[in-house]
Nanobody, 114 residues
Framework: QVQLVESGGGLVQAGGSLRLSCAAS????????MGWYRQAPGKQRELVAA???????NYADSVKGRFTISRDNAKNTVYLQMSSLKPEDTAVYYC????????WGQGTQVTVSS
């Protein structure tokens, strides 16, 4: 079993920055890929950014150039640095870890005011 705990969400003005963290604990040997998803009210959950265990990156077009995903394998933590935030980035952000099994965190709210 793997537990994912997100932190770093909050309220920020448009143009500002936030850094999300996702700490993984438990059976960490099964962790392969990690990523961030988000779900805005009335919308489907969507991929924001992902990073594989070998470091390959994938970003949603809407965040390219503004968001950066990274991971610290020694700390079993993945980060999402978000810059130039826009009101449309407002959503609950979820951490996901997938490989043999699929795990999700409980989410952290990010609100960007105009």
């Amino acid at each position: 079993q793997v537990q994912l705990v997100e932190s770093g969400g909050g309220l920020v003005q448009a143009g500002g920055s936030l850094r999300l963290s996702c700490a993984a604990s438990g059976s960490i040997s099964v962790i392969n890929n990690m990523g961030w998803y988000r779900q805005a009210p009335g919308k489907q959950r969507e991929l924001v950014a992902a990073i594989t265990s070998s470091g390959n990156l994938n970003y949603a077009d809407s965040v390219k150039g503004r968001f950066t995903i990274s991971r610290d394998n020694a700390k079993n933590t993945v980060y999402l640095q978000m810059s130039s935030l826009k009101p449309e980035d407002t959503a609950v952000y979820y951490c996901r870890s997938w490989g043999i099994n699929d795990y999700w965190g409980q989410g952290t709210q990010v609100t960007v005011s105009s």
